[in-house]
């Protein structure tokens, strides 16, 4: 009778313990979307994020929802005359942010310098990877030149960059092996969903200068970056969280490059919550430049191991 009574007990106990983890991983859950349902929206309407008046044309740069964060922005600019309200005859922008840090010193982050002209849609085509919002330790500056009938205008227009409260649009700056600085920036999705998406990532190597400045500030040699071609960024997703034992998923892709310059993948989420996107990053020889194998144990109770190389979203 009292063996009965003891195994009961147990059992009791068992059901308890596991009412208590599926409540726990419950409000986690709810939680989560309650988060990104609130605070991060997914923005698809570009918008004019600042706008300026120059030698007799208006030159406007559009972002998603007229912000830039720190992060991959993608950008549009258009130049307009002044005088006919009609779009100018522009020949070649070029784009070039540069923060003035509080120490003096001054640094860029990964862009297109030369703007692709888009002449159907009306505008200028680019991207700049801010690596830091605007704040009490440094401000952002922007440096356009724009060629019309042969004669170069150049404009220097301040603007905010904004904190990035999506975690599934995160960064992360890195030397890799190879002694060289790397950027990996995430581009979408903006606002995952449980199941497989499409991963897509910018990745970036600054280009360290072998000559001194001209002297002519900003020199933009001193701040050139470079979209790195057929790497491959091998992924490896988790859950890191004790309660989840940093289980992956099935079906996830490495990404490589397109014809976009992006390095395209998959991510199959399994679920909501915190997530660890796993890298190890390997160059055009198949080299590891960054990046460790994650161990596949199953580890309920202890955090995660994560790679060297890593990124952490939430959905």
């Given at each position: 009778m009292g063996l009965i009574i003891i195994q009961v007990k147990k059992i009791t106990f068992f059901l308890t313990a596991m009412c208590f983890a599926v409540a726990s991983c419950t409000k986690d859950k709810t939680d989560y979307?309650?988060?990104i349902d609130t605070l991060v929206p997914e923005y698809h309407e570009f918008k004019e994020a600042v706008?300026?008046?120059s030698d007799g044309y208006d030159i406007s740069i559009e972002a998603l929802n007229g912000t830039f964060f720190k992060?991959?922005?993608e950008i549009r600019l258009k130049i307009t005359d002044s005088r006919t309200n009609g779009k100018a005859n522009t020949s070649a922008v070029t784009?070039?942010?540069i923060r003035n840090n509080a120490d003096g010193s001054n640094v860029s982050c990964p862009h297109r310098y030369d703007l692709v002209d888009k002449p159907d849609d009306g505008y200028f085509s680019g991207y700049s990877v801010f690596t830091d919002e605007s704040g009490s330790d440094g401000s952002w500056e922007l440096y356009i030149s724009f060629t019309i009938a042969g004669q170069t205008h150049t404009v220097k227009q301040p603007i905010s960059v904004q904190e990035q409260t999506n975690k599934n649009l995160n960064i992360t700056t890195f030397t890799g092996k190879d002694d060289q600085q790397y950027f990996i920036a995430l581009v979408s999705p903006q606002k995952p969903k449980v199941g497989e998406n499409g991963l897509v990532a910018g990745i970036y190597r600054y280009n360290r200068p072998t000559y001194p400045p001209s002297g002519n500030f900003p020199d933009a040699s001193?701040?050139?970056?470079t979209?790195?071609?057929?790497y491959t960024l091998q992924l490896d997703p988790r859950m890191?969280?004790?309660?989840?034992g940093n289980h992956s998923s099935p079906n996830n892709k490495d990404l490589i490059q397109q014809s976009d310059g992006l390095y395209h993948g998959v991510v199959n989420y399994t679920m909501t919550g915190n997530w660890t996107l796993n890298f190890i990053l390997l160059n055009q020889q198949g080299q590891i430049l960054k990046g460790t194998i994650v161990p596949t144990d199953f580890t309920p109770g202890v955090e995660g191991v994560k790679s060297e190389l890593h990124i952490d979203i939430l959905f």
């Open positions: 979307e309650a988060e706008s300026v008046h992060g991959y922005n784009f070039l942010p001193q701040f050139s970056y979209e790195v071609s057929d890191p969280e004790p309660s989840m």
